[in-house]
């Protein structure tokens, strides 16, 4: 038996949470990531996985062994990465995950110079606006938008989104313009946002000074999705809060009107979030340096 190859199996599976994805990530028969289990738990004497047909969960030992054989690992593949100059030209399939609206307009039309800059990297892009359990799915990095939940995970921040409201001509003609955000209680209706975890509508939100109004507002339409949303306020179906950046060139098409100006909506952080035990890997260092620089490229996206 491989140690290394049996080691690499077991912390695959206790991340991805099954042998089948363990298997799949590391490109072996499920068949043979279950004979180096096996073996690994006959050669340190001790059960460290617990099976049954619809789950796999990590016994007492099997967690301190998991502690240790990840940062093992972690070492052994930065060892690997300095002695063959893999730091200078990082490389391997680098799986990562933006949200929708991000991957429209800011990612995808810049990926080109990462790929340039780093030819031996393959990308593969994800987008979606669902959280994603970055172990689990086994995806390398994240680029998300609202504050962190998950403290164990490492992240940089390299952005701040402006939003402000926003509504479609259309549906101004039709219900007039709000002078203030509690008229949209009684008299307008929202474009909503909803979670795609928890499925709660999230709230709309207005500071103008020392003032702070939070509203959850009556909806037509509610959607889990950046652009699915945007299009939504596009074609009338009420007011919302969207990226500034997003809405400027539609603000001076006329093909949207801002609304309540002198009320500001809080800026959300964007983050580039990753898995502890690979914060070294070249190719994610890569890629984090990467997205911080274009992220800075935009002043506009950067807050105080």
Same mark, same amino acid.
């Given at each position: ?42 050669? %340190? ?10 789950? %796999? ?14 940062? =093992?690992?972690?070492? !052994? ?29 800011l990612i995808i039309p810049a990926l080109q110079s990462f790929c340039d800059k780093y030819p031996d990297i393959q990308v593969d892009l994800g987008v979606t606006d669902r959280p994603v359990d970055l172990l689990g799915e086994n995806v390398d990095c994240v680029i998300r938008a609202g504050q962190l939940t998950d403290q164990s995970l490492v992240a940089r921040r390299i952005a701040m989104l402006p939003f402000i409201t926003v509504a479609s001509p259309s549906y101004v003609q039709r219900y007039g313009t709000p002078q203030h955000p ?10 909503? /946002? ?7 509508? =999230?709230?709309?939100? !207005? ?13 037509? %339409? ?14 009338? !179906? ?10 400027? *060139? /539609? ?9 309540? *100006? ?6 959300? *952080?964007?983050?580039?979030? /990753? ?19 274009? !992220? ?9």
């Amino acid at each position: 038996m491989d140690p290394i190859l049996a080691m690499r199996a077991f912390v695959r599976v206790v991340e991805s949470g099954n042998f089948t994805r363990a298997a799949e990530s590391l490109a072996l028969p499920k068949g043979t990531v279950t004979k180096q289990i096996q073996s690994l738990e006959e050669r %340190v004497q001790s059960k460290l996985l617990n099976r049954t047909t619809r789950r %796999v969960t990590v016994t007492p030992d099997g967690a301190a062994y998991y502690e240790r054989a990840a940062r =093992l690992l972690n070492d !052994f593949d930065d060892l690997e990465s300095s002695m063959t100059n893999a730091q200078a030209s990082p490389q391997g399939r680098l799986r990562i995950d933006v949200g929708s609206s991000t991957a429209q307009l800011l990612i995808i039309p810049a990926l080109q110079s990462f790929c340039d800059k780093y030819p031996d990297i393959q990308v593969d892009l994800g987008v979606t606006d669902r959280p994603v359990d970055l172990l689990g799915e086994n995806v390398d990095c994240v680029i998300r938008a609202g504050q962190l939940t998950d403290q164990s995970l490492v992240a940089r921040r390299i952005a701040m989104l402006p939003f402000i409201t926003v509504a479609s001509p259309s549906y101004v003609q039709r219900y007039g313009t709000p002078q203030h955000p509690n008229e949209l209680e009684k008299r307008h209706h929202v474009v909503g /946002y909803f979670s795609s975890r928890t499925r709660r509508t =999230l709230p709309h939100e !207005f500071r103008k000074g020392e003032e702070f109004i939070e509203l959850t507002l009556p909806y037509r %339409v509610s959607v889990n999705e950046a652009n699915a949303h945007f299009s939504s306020v596009l074609a009338g !179906f009420g007011i919302s809060q969207v990226v500034r950046f997003q809405a400027e *060139p /539609y603000i001076e098409r006329g093909e949207l009107v801002q609304l309540l *100006p002198d009320w500001d909506v809080e800026p959300l *952080p964007m983050y580039v979030v /990753y898995p502890p035990n690979r914060h070294l890997s070249p190719k994610v260092r890569a890629f984090v340096d990467w997205a911080a620089e274009l !992220f800075a490229s935009y002043p506009h996206l950067q807050g105080n």
